[in-house]
């Protein structure tokens, strides 16, 4: 069974930083790519973020290109989310997201949902 463990969410003033990470646990990580995902209060989930297995491919929403960095320390079982010159637009409950075994990049099909962080934008 696959567990995603999101943390680092927390309120930060519009134009500063937040990182969060994303422990995963219950299969191979390195075999496997991840995405990030984010829910604002009345709208539907949306998809941020996603990086390959190897880490040297990635894919961006528009809202968030040139702003937001995924990166992954397969070693550790750990994919990050580097959120830097945040908007308050960008307040959500941000996921981490995992695709079921049969998956290959880029067409993931999300299978695996952690608990999720909220991340605050206000001043």
């Known amino acids: 069974q696959v567990q995603l463990v999101e943390s680092g969410g927390g309120l930060v003033q519009p134009g500063g930083s937040l990182r969060l990470s994303c422990a995963a646990s219950g299969r191979t990580f390195s075999r496997y790519s991840m995405g990030w995902f984010r829910q604002a209060p009345g709208k539907e989930r949306e998809f941020v973020a996603s990086?390959?297995?190897?880490?040297?491919?990635?894919d961006y929403a528009d809202s968030v290109k040139g702003r937001f960095t995924i990166s992954r320390d397969n070693d550790k079982n750990t994919m990050y989310l580097q959120m830097n010159s945040l908007k308050p637009e960008d307040t959500a409950v941000y996921y981490c997201?995992?695709?079921?075994?049969?998956?290959?990049?880029?067409?993931?099909?999300?299978?695996?949902w952690g608990q999720g962080a909220q991340v605050t934008v206000s001043s």
């Open positions: 990086i390959r297995w190897t880490g040297s491919t990635t």
């Open positions: 997201a995992a695709p079921d075994s049969d998956s290959t990049w880029p067409v993931l099909r999300y299978a695996y």
